[in-house]
Every structure is written in structure tokens, then in C-alpha cells.
């Protein structure tokens, strides 16, 4: 065998080595196609939805496939996508997953199939404009008069408060919930009236004395 | 009446009519002892010498070094201190908690010893309610040092919520520095009367143009000596729940909070306890200094020393008490992260200075009081100096040892203060010193007309007992029979 006939085979040979499992591993993961369906807006603090279809080649649903929702979020000197839910698909290769709202802007969510033996990866984008602004983790804050941080209606109507069905303890837990602030309002509320009657008095002393040079 | 002179300046002419001429005394006074009474508590309003001056130099100088500090702490944040995510609260916090301990000793004794008529303290109780004011000016400022970013304050007002312990605190601490104003207020009318109508005419402007204003046009009639003891009364009773609410509220930002060393119950009461105990401890310090500057041995005799001696002497072992309870219940339970809390502060980093807080602050300070030979002046003295020392420490370890436990599977922090909280600290007992220094120029120290009217003179001690202690001095009848 000549030098050249021999380079030759070694070359094939060589190609044949990465050529064959590149086409089993293609010939293996059929190519998927995921859709994403989001409402165009949202208010800050709600829940959005998110609807996904995976599809094979064919346009046939992929069930039992689970899908990553994920945003781009950065804090301090990290970032990257961070997953905000996950769910699976069904037997119409519909996946639904909902997540809380937290970020105010446009928000720019991601669904991500990562694939398996027999699928190929794939993912899809889609925009969500949050609108709205406050502090998302405080339900009631500050002085709200009447009734500070509650209705005292809502003592009077605890069928409204789900945890006045639970049991007597629970009751009286919503009970005090709905009359926090009031106890501290009267005791704070009492001793500034005995204030006010001691700065009453003081005035009376310099009227007495007026009194008495009169 | 006699002439009295020795003010520097400003004459006091005792001949000089005043409103409270006249009124009953108690028994013993007499005219030239009562004068010399005016002039002693007079005397620093209308002199003030070259060494005072010195002094508020020496005190501005440090507070503008504490200034700097935190000037340096607002430019670059809280890194700048040893805080850290992990112990997030340090010698500011622990502080905060001292200062507004010692505010209690102040209102508090002062309301309790007037409520139950106590004669011997009324020639303190100025002193006290100095301190208590001033304490909590002093002690209400650490909060916004330890935010870091002070405009955040406004969070609390916008955001605030009711159930938070943090809220409560600013509530009772507001409530209870402008009830302890009023009721500093209220008993410096007649010395405010007095200070108008004694002091002379060479005298500024200005300082009689304020005690003109602040006496109310006090001229001592029947009518306005009833509405004054109104006042004072319904102030007294309502000052002891406002005092005790203040320090309960102040151990619930510990209690209420997720951590191993500050789950317990003991903390209100505990906390109540410790104020007391450290607040007498200052009244005694501030005592002796004022005594020794202002001349006032006359009318702070061993007696006040030894009776409020015999108070921090109980609250020694009332101290012990509550500390036994809570490291007997923890103990006994042993929960997670009890054993590493233990473990740290009594054969840890904690343990030299928890070794300080029990020696020095328990032991000692009892023993000094249980023995007659050193239940001196000077005994005393050192007692409160070293409870002082001990009950900031004694806070130190609560909030830097309770925040030293992790809440976590990570490896423990440690805490070291900074250059920056140490000068900020520094700065904070200058400014106490401060503000102390510029009232006892502005206001008498003694209160005169109290002393007048419902103490007189030690009738039952002679002046020489001071140098010369004798337990039977507070025995009359004994020292009588012998």
C-alpha cells in the first residue's frame, strides 16, 4: 500500500469516527417546537399565566414533558435566568404554569423544553408589560383611619376572614389581628390626654397668677 | 435676714423678696440655713468659672470627633463598622439599651420615693430627672446611628406596622421623653420663681428674661400651689406605668424576635430590673460629682448614698435572680443552639467579659454593700462605677452573643467594633456629660423648694458622719442610747 493510499484511510477512517455518531445523535432527537402564550400586561403583585404547547416535527403534542418558566433577573454583581415555575405537559402538549409578578417594566419571560433520548432542546420568548408601583410585601401599612390597618367591621363579619372557620383559637387570632393597633392607639391616647390635662394645669398656674396681681 | 454673697458675679441677695418667703419649712429650717440653701443651689446659675469652660471645650472636642466618625460611617455605609450581615447589631444597639436603662433610675425612683413621701430623696430627685431626660436624648439617637442610611427612618412612618415591636418602641420612647420633660418641668416652676427673684440684676438678660418665662408668673399663692400639686400628682402616677411600659417594650425588640439566646419570657421584667439597677448606679456617680463640684455636702449626705446604696445592693441579687431563671430554664432544655450560647459565653470568646459582667457587676458591688466597713461614701461610689461598666457590658453580651448563634448551618461570625463605634460611643457619653453640665448651669440642681418645705436639714446626722461612717448614724435611738 502506497503512503497515499494509506493517509487516505486514515482520513476516512477518522471522519467515519466523528461523522457517525453526530448522525446517530441527529438521527435520535427529533426537532421539537414550543410555543408561548402570555397576557400582553400585567399589574405588579398579580399572578400571571403562562400557556406553552410543545410540539414534535410532525406538529404532533409531546406529553409529559416538563417545561421551565424563566426570567432574566440580576441582583448585586450576579445574573442570569432565574426559573419562576414549571410544569408539565399534557396529552395536547399543553403546559400552564403561573408565577407572581414582582418586577415592574417589561418583563421578558422564557419557556425552556431541555429534552430528552428522543427530543431535541427548545425553548420560546415572550414579553410581559408590568405595570404599577408599591411595597409588595406589606398587605396593609400605615395609619389608615378609621379602623387602622383593619376594618373593626371585620369583627363583626368574620365570615369574611377565612381563618374564622378553623376553629376558636384561630378566631380569636383573627380577632386580635383585627384589633391590633387599637390597644396601643388607647393606651397611647389615654396617657397624652393625662399629658394635655398636666399642660392644661400649667396654663391655670400662670392665669392664677394674673389673677392674684389683678 | 443675712446677706448672702459667694456668687461670683451675680449677687443673690437673700433680703430680696420672694414668693416663697413665708411658706411653711420643714422643721429645722431656719432663715440663714434656708439662705444658704438658695445660694449653694443658686450658686452655679450665676458663676461660672474657667474650668467649666474647659471642660464643655474638652466635651465639644470630642463630640466633633464622633461627628467625624460618623461622618465617615454616612459616607461609606455600615462597612465602615465591624457590622455585618451575620451580627447586624453591635455596640450601637447595646448602647441604646443602656442609655434608655439608665433614663429609668431618673422618673422613675424620683415618682416612686414622692409618691410614698420619702423626705431623704428629695434633695436627688433634681439630679435623677436630669439624667432621666438626658438618657434618653442621648440613648434615642443609637437607632438612627445603627441604620446606616437615616433617611430610611421614614419607612417606619410610611410603613410602619402596628405589630411590630420597633414601632411600639418609638411610641413609648416618644411618650416617655415628653412625660419626663413635664415632669422634670413641673417641681423647677418654684426654683424657676426663685432663680427670678434671687438672682441679681448683673445677671444676663437673657437668663432671667427665661426664668421669668419658664416660672408661669409663680408667685406661690394657695391656688397655685393646689394646681401644682395636681399636676405633680397625676404626673407621679402616670410616669411609674409610662417608665416600666418603656423598658418592657425595649426587651420585646429581643424577645419577639427568632433567636435562641432571646427566647424567653423573662426578658420584660428582666430588662425593668436591669434598668433600675444601672439607672441607680448613675444617679449615684452623677451624685457624687455634682456633690464634690457644687459644694453640696450640706444637703447630700451619706444618707442618700447608703439608702440608694442599699437599693442597688437588692437589685444585685434581684439581678442574680432573673439571670439564674434564664439560664436554669434554657438550660435545662438544652434547645438547638442553647449548648453553642452557653458554650460561648461562659468558656468562649464572651467568657472574660462575662466573667467581668458577674464579678464586677453582682459580686462585688453586693459585697461592698454587706459589709459595714465598706459601705462608705467612697464604697458606694465604686460600686456604681463598676455596675455602670458591667450593665453595658452586660447589654453587649445580650446583643452581640444572641446575634452570634447562627440561625443557620454556617460557621459562626465574630464582632469587633470599629475606630468608628468607638468614637461615636465616645461621643455619645460626651454629649450625655454635655447636656448634664449645661442643665445644672441652667437649672438648680437641688430641688430648693422641696428641700425647704418637706426636708430641712439632716436633723438625725451631723455633717462630720460623712467622714467618719457609723452605722448607727441611720439609728437615731440607738446612737442616742449610746
Known amino acids: 500500500m502506497s503512503t497515499r493510499t494509506f493517509a487516505g484511510a486514515v482520513l476516512l477512517a477518522l471522519l467515519l469516527l466523528v461523522a457517525l455518531p453526530l448522525a446517530a445523535l441527529a438521527a435520535g432527537s427529533e426537532r421539537t417546537t414550543l410555543t408561548i402564550a402570555v397576557p400582553p400586561g400585567a399589574s405588579l403583585g398579580q399572578v400571571a399565566v403562562v400557556r406553552v404547547t410543545l410540539s414534535d416535527a410532525t406538529g404532533q403534542p409531546i406529553p409529559k414533558a416538563t417545561i421551565l418558566i424563566t426570567a432574566p433577573l440580576s441582583f448585586l454583581?450576579?445574573?442570569?435566568?432565574?426559573?419562576?415555575?414549571?410544569?408539565?405537559?399534557?396529552a395536547k402538549g399543553v403546559a400552564i404554569a403561573d408565577f407572581d409578578v414582582r418586577t415592574e417594566g417589561t418583563l421578558a419571560i422564557k419557556a425552556v423544553?431541555?429534552?430528552?433520548?428522543?427530543?431535541?432542546?427548545?425553548?420560546?420568548s415572550a414579553t410581559v408589560n408590568v405595570a404599577g408601583d408599591g411595597q409588595l410585601y406589606v398587605q396593609a401599612a400605615g395609619v389608615q383611619l378609621p379602623g387602622f390597618d383593619r376594618s373593626p367591621g371585620a369583627i363583626l363579619a368574620p365570615a369574611n376572614n377565612a381563618q374564622a372557620n378553623v376553629g376558636v383559637l384561630s378566631g380569636l387570632a383573627a380577632l386580635w389581628h383585627a384589633l391590633s393597633g387599637w390597644p396601643i392607639a388607647v393606651a397611647l391616647m389615654t396617657i397624652w390626654s393625662f399629658y394635655a390635662t398636666v399642660v392644661g394645669l400649667l396654663f391655670r398656674i400662670g392665669a392664677a397668677a394674673n389673677e392674684a396681681e389683678a | 435676714m443675712e446677706a448672702v454673697t459667694g456668687a461670683g458675679g451675680h449677687a443673690i441677695p437673700a433680703t430680696r423678696p420672694h414668693a416663697a418667703d413665708g411658706v411653711h419649712a420643714a422643721p429645722g429650717v431656719t432663715p440663714a440655713w434656708r439662705a444658704r440653701l438658695e445660694e449653694r443651689g443658686l450658686a452655679p446659675l450665676a458663676r461660672t468659672g474657667r474650668r467649666y469652660w474647659l471642660w464643655i471645650g474638652f466635651l465639644l472636642a470630642v463630640i466633633a470627633w464622633a461627628l467625624h466618625a460618623y461622618q465617615a460611617q454616612l459616607e461609606n455605609g455600615l462597612i465602615v463598622t465591624g457590622l455585618r450581615d451575620r451580627i447586624s447589631w453591635g455596640v450601637y444597639i447595646a448602647s441604646f439599651v443602656f442609655f434608655i436603662g439608665i433614663s429609668h433610675a431618673g422618673t422613675l425612683l424620683s415618682a416612686i420615693l414622692r409618691v410614698t413621701r420619702a423626705r431623704w430623696q428629695m434633695s436627688v430627685t433634681r439630679m435623677a430627672e436630669f439624667i432621666t431626660v438626658v438618657a434618653l436624648m442621648v440613648g434615642a439617637l443609637f437607632p438612627f446611628i445603627d441604620m446606616g442610611?437615616?433617611?430610611?427612618?421614614?419607612?417606619?412612618?410610611?410603613?410602619?406596622?402596628?405589630?411590630?415591636?420597633?414601632?411600639?418602641?418609638i411610641f413609648a420612647i416618644t411618650t416617655y421623653l415628653v412625660g419626663s420633660t413635664l415632669y422634670l418641668y413641673l417641681p423647677l416652676i418654684p426654683d424657676f420663681a426663685l432663680a427670678r427673684d434671687r438672682l441679681g440684676p448683673t445677671a444676663p438678660a437673657w437668663r432671667r428674661a427665661t426664668y421669668r418665662l419658664a416660672a408661669l408668673g409663680w408667685r406661690g399663692t394657695p391656688a397655685q400651689r393646689r394646681l401644682l400639686d395636681r399636676a405633680m400628682t397625676v404626673m407621679m402616677c402616670v410616669i411609674i406605668p409610662v417608665a416600666v411600659s418603656v423598658h418592657t417594650v425595649v426587651s420585646w425588640i429581643f424577645s419577639m424576635t427568632l433567636r435562641v439566646a432571646f427566647n424567653t419570657t423573662v426578658f420584660g421584667p428582666y430588662f425593668v430590673a436591669g434598668a433600675i439597677f444601672s439607672g441607680v448606679a448613675a444617679i449615684i456617680l452623677l451624685m457624687a460629682v455634682l456633690r464634690k463640684l457644687l459644694h453640696l455636702e450640706e444637703y447630700i449626705t451619706r444618707k442618700q448614698f447608703?439608702?440608694?446604696?442599699?437599693?442597688?445592693?437588692?437589685?444585685?441579687?434581684?439581678?442574680?435572680?432573673?439571670?439564674l431563671t434564664e439560664y436554669v430554664t434554657h438550660g435545662y432544655k438544652m434547645e438547638a443552639g442553647v449548648p453553642f450560647h452557653f458554650t460561648q459565653l461562659m468558656v468562649g470568646p464572651f467568657e472574660p467579659l462575662f466573667l467581668f459582667y458577674w464579678i464586677c457587676g453582682i459580686a462585688i458591688p453586693g459585697l461592698i454593700m454587706l459589709f459595714p466597713r465598706t459601705r462608705t461614701i467612697a464604697g458606694i461610689v465604686t460600686a456604681a462605677g463598676l455596675v455602670a461598666v458591667a450593665m453595658w457590658v452586660e447589654r453587649f453580651l445580650i446583643v452581640v452573643a444572641g446575634?452570634?448563634?447562627?440561625?443557620?448551618?454556617?460557621?459562626?461570625?465574630?464582632?469587633?467594633?470599629?475606630?468608628v463605634e468607638w468614637s461615636i460611643l465616645a461621643g455619645a457619653f460626651a454629649l450625655f456629660a454635655l447636656l448634664i453640665s449645661v442643665f445644672a448651669k441652667l437649672f438648680p440642681v437641688i430641688s430648693i423648694w422641696e428641700v425647704v418645705e418637706h426636708r430641712g436639714p439632716e436633723l438625725d446626722e451631723p455633717a462630720s458622719a460623712v467622714a467618719a461612717p457609723d452605722r448607727r448614724a441611720l439609728r437615731p435611738e440607738r446612737a442616742g442610747r449610746a
Open chain 1, 113 to 124: 423544553f431541555a429534552g430528552d433520548e428522543r427530543y431535541a432542546a427548545s425553548s420560546a
Open chain 2, 306 to 323: 447608703l439608702f440608694l446604696g442599699y437599693l442597688l445592693g437588692a437589685f444585685t441579687l434581684i439581678m442574680t435572680y432573673f439571670n
Open chain 2, 403 to 419: 446575634f452570634r448563634v447562627p440561625l443557620m448551618a454556617y460557621e459562626p461570625s465574630d464582632y469587633t467594633p470599629t475606630w
Open chain 1, 77 to 90: 454583581e450576579a445574573s442570569g435566568d432565574v426559573v419562576l415555575a414549571d410544569a408539565t405537559t399534557d
Open chain 2, 149 to 169: 442610611r437615616v433617611d430610611r427612618i421614614l419607612n417606619l412612618v410610611q410603613y410602619g406596622r402596628w405589630q411590630s415591636p420597633l414601632l411600639w418602641d
